[in-house]
């Protein structure tokens, strides 16, 4: 009696060993094909089940300053820091405004010239008060011309978005 349940316990640990390594082929498999398409920042994410601009600016129409979700989702980016690649903004269909996307710790940049590409960002979306002074900054850092600058006075609610991890489109 006690060989037989060490034979059932010993094949159970086999085949759940087969299972777990053929699991785990499979996750190498979508690792390679992402590699393949996309160019990595930040953590590793995954490209799947990621929103579409659209659904994104509806998630964003119903926050309100202070709400936070998670999130991930795909676009194309509008403009992206000219100095660092340390932040950029991304397109969202119908809105007048961008979302503002910085990186977790600032532990990552982007390359400066991604302008037009397609990515998919993942982290923490939200409503953010952006002063006049970080405007500013952020105007200097896109490039804009001191006139430009000079006529941003007061501060803006602004959709913002911390991303743990950005796939860019190869």
Known sequence: ???SFFLIILLLGFTSCKQ???ENNAD????ENIQDEYESFGERISASNSLSAREMQQKYQSLKPGDTIQAKFNTRVNAVCKMKGCWMELDLPETEEDPMIKFKDYGFFVPK???GREVIVEGLAFIEEISV????HF???AGKNAEEIEAINEPEKSFGFLAHGVLLKK
């Open 20 to 22: 777990n390594k053929s």
């Open 139 to 141: 105007a200097q850092d």
């Open 133 to 136: 002074e970080d405007r500013r």
């Open 28 to 31: 190498l498999a979508k690792l």
């Open 113 to 115: 010239d991604i302008e």
């Open 1 to 3: 009696m006690r060989i």
